[in-house]
């Protein structure tokens, strides 16, 4: 293959959420940006749930264009104890967006396209090699920036010694057709460290698919994402039978949880979203992250080069998020996760303004739901698929507050 003598102001690598932000941005300040995306389709095989936070959309202005029909409101939680009694979490005016995330990874590739942003798919970034103004890179000649969003196992990390994400979650979904499920305005999240363990399971009723998953610590003992799904599936079968189901479409992928990289940056180059290591080490959600700080990146690297601003490898990394309450959060929860404990406790006030917290990221007031009321028929308290058998574990019906 010749050599590219293309010149580029900014070479963003990955076409998802943070580098479809910071082309969207760059190409906006009216400099010549080109996304390299290995795939074909931005929308192609995504590895996410696709899941917004209500936050997103509150402080993303370029989402308030985004369709309607690309995502389905979710208003609250049903979070499952390993015996299968749940709670239901809410807070006023909190709510998250189920999507439909080829859909919205295409809409945004079309706003940083119509915004002048070049985006070369199918093109894999394979290295890069520094200049006295820049770098150079086989695929794409000579850029004066560079801009890693390529997710959690980062070439441009690796090819210019920034630092990498180590530490992971592993996580596979299953998307079913033609499937329904009870309470489908809810987000239901399973706690099970037989299955889960440092995460949870979960099922959700999104945009035109029901999507089944889990994520599980990548670390010491490996059970095949299959088997941990059958596992799972079994368990969720009195709420929605999907064994022997064909799933449309399975995602999965890695989720890196250890915080953000060190370094994130160094001169001319900066990475962002997944690549940084920029998902919340609680709930593993990153989507908000990488669109936020990906914008944030394309903004400051324009400055830069429009000459407004110094380089940002300087000082725009000291913005990004440390999580440092969250990491402690996740080091409590891989030493000493216990189902007895989440099955004795879920129900109790502490527990359950804990999770209202974590999940609506102490927006609002947590209210927990005023009707609660047992399938069993008893008063106020924790409530119990209908069905479901769970030997062995404790009985928590009727837990005091
Ligand atoms: C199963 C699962 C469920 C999840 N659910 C949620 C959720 O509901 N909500 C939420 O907020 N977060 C969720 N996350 C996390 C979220 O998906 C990520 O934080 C988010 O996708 C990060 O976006 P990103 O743009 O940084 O990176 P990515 O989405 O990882 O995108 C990186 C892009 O770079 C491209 N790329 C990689 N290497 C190269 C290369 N060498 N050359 C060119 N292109 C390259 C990839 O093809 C990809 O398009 C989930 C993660 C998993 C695994």
């Not at 102001?9 to 910071?22: H, I, M, T, W």
């Not at 795939?39 to 989402?63: N, S």
């Not at 596992?231 to 999965?252: N, Q, S």
């Not at 690297?301 to 990004?320: I, K, M, N």
């Amino acid at each position: 293959m010749g050599v590219v003598r293309e010149t580029h102001d900014c070479v963003v690598v990955g076409a998802s959420f943070a580098g479809l932000g910071s082309a969207y941005a760059l190409a906006r300040s009216g400099l010549g940006v080109t996304v390299l995306e290995d795939k074909a389709d931005c929308g192609e095989r995504p590895h996410t749930t696709g899941i917004l936070v209500k936050d997103v959309i509150d402080q993303v202005a370029l989402l308030d264009r985004m369709p309607a029909e690309l995502v389905r409101r979710i208003d609250g939680v049903r979070l499952y104890a390993p015996d299968l009694h749940y709670v239901d979490l809410a807070a006023p005016g909190y709510y998250f967006l189920a999507t439909d995330t080829p859909g919205v990874l295409r809409w945004l590739a079309e706003q940083a396209e119509n915004g002048g942003a070049r985006l070369r798919l199918g093109a894999r970034f394979r290295g890069a090699e520094r200049t006295r103004s820049g770098f150079r890179l086989e695929e794409a000649g000579l850029t004066r920036y560079l801009i890693g969003a390529d997710g959690p196992r980062s070439r441009v990390a690796e090819s210019l010694g920034l630092g990498h994400n180590s530490d992971y979650l592993f996580g596979v979904e299953y998307e079913y057709a033609d499937v329904s499920i009870p309470e489908p305005d809810k987000l239901h999240c399973f706690i099970d460290r037989r299955i889960a363990p440092g995460y949870i399971g979960w099922i959700v009723s999104g945009v035109g698919l029901v999507q089944a998953g889990l994520a599980r610590r990548l670390r010491g003992e490996r059970v095949s994402a299959r088997a941990a799904m059958t596992t799972f599936l079994e368990k969720i079968a009195p709420m929605v039978d999907l064994r022997g189901r064909r799933p449309c479409f399975i995602r999965a992928g890695l989720i890196p949880c250890g915080g953000v990289v060190r370094p994130a940056a160094g001169p001319r180059v900066l990475l962002v979203g997944d690549a940084a290591g920029m998902v919340s080490p609680v709930t593993a959600g990153g989507i908000h992250a990488a669109l936020k700080h990906g914008l944030a990146a394309g903004h400051a690297v324009a400055d830069f080069l429009h000459g407004r601003a110094e380089d940002p490898s300087d000082w725009f990394v000291r913005t990004y998020p440390r999580y440092r309450a969250k990491r402690s959060l996740r080091f409590l929860f891989d030493h000493f996760q216990s189902d007895m404990a989440f099955n004795r406790l879920l129900a109790t006030r502490p527990m359950r303004m804990a999770a209202g917290s974590i999940y609506f990221h102490h927006k609002g007031v947590f209210v927990p739901s005023p009707t609660a009321r047992s399938d069993h028929g008893g008063g106020a308290g924790p409530r119990r698929i209908p069905g479901a058998s769970c030997p062995g574990t404790t009985d928590i019906e009727g837990a005091s507050e």
